[in-house]
């Protein structure tokens, strides 16, 4: 089996990658993540998730490189990494008793350079909370680094009405469903004997 890259520095990422025990390397992928004017959060997403992907098989060959990100849609516009608690504050607020849709898109880049990539999208509505219910959640996880400040995995689970979603990874940062269809594809057996 080639061996396999993840194309990321998120440890929400390489904790869902290590569910399916499988041997891999994290390798930082030097991507520009900033959106293109025009695009949408899908696209914006999916031009990310094999930007990353292509960036660190180029420095590979011979690997399964997989590169992810997730961009946040609210009424139409794109929300990524909020970077500070003034940018994610703003963003809580504006979510609120809102359905938004985090599209986590996913790319594989085989050894041969051969690629796909997908976009898993979930539908989560938003409660309306107080500023300072918000605020303390900032100030407890600091989700800085997470598209929209949701960090569904921990205390963010109380910011939300309701998810729906095909696969219940990709709010966290990596679907591993659809992940586990493009490894079968490239010859990856699941689960590892």
């Known amino acids: ?37 025009g695009e949408s959060a899908r696209e914006t997403a999916r031009r990310l998730a094999l930007a990353k992907a292509k960036a660190v098989a180029h420095g590979q060959p011979g690997a399964i490189v997989i590169g992810s990100d ?35 898109a996913l790319a594989v880049v085989g050894p041969d350079g051969r690629y796909q990539v997908d976009d898993v999208p979930t539908a989560v509505r938003f409660r309306v909370l107080p500023v300072a219910q918000l605020d303390a959640y900032l100030r407890a996880e600091k989700p800085y680094d997470c598209a929209g400040a949701a960090k569904i995995e921990s205390l963010g689970i109380t910011l939300l009405e309701s998810v729906r979603s095909d696969d219940p990874t990709a ?8 992940l586990t269809s493009m490894l079968a594809a490239r010859g990856v057996r699941l689960p590892v004997p």
């Open 1 to 37: 089996m080639p061996p396999i890259v993840l194309a990321s520095t998120s440890p929400y990422r390489r904790e869902l990658l290590q569910r399916l025990r499988l041997p891999f390397s994290v390798q930082a992928p030097q991507v520009d993540e900033q959106a293109l004017p």
């Open 70 to 104: 997730q961009v946040a849609d609210v009424d139409g516009e794109a929300l990524s990494k909020p970077g500070t608690h003034d940018a994610a504050l703003a963003q809580l607020k504006r979510m609120q008793g809102r359905e938004v849709v985090f599209h986590t």
């Open 171 to 178: 709010l966290i940062g990596l679907p591993l469903i659809r």
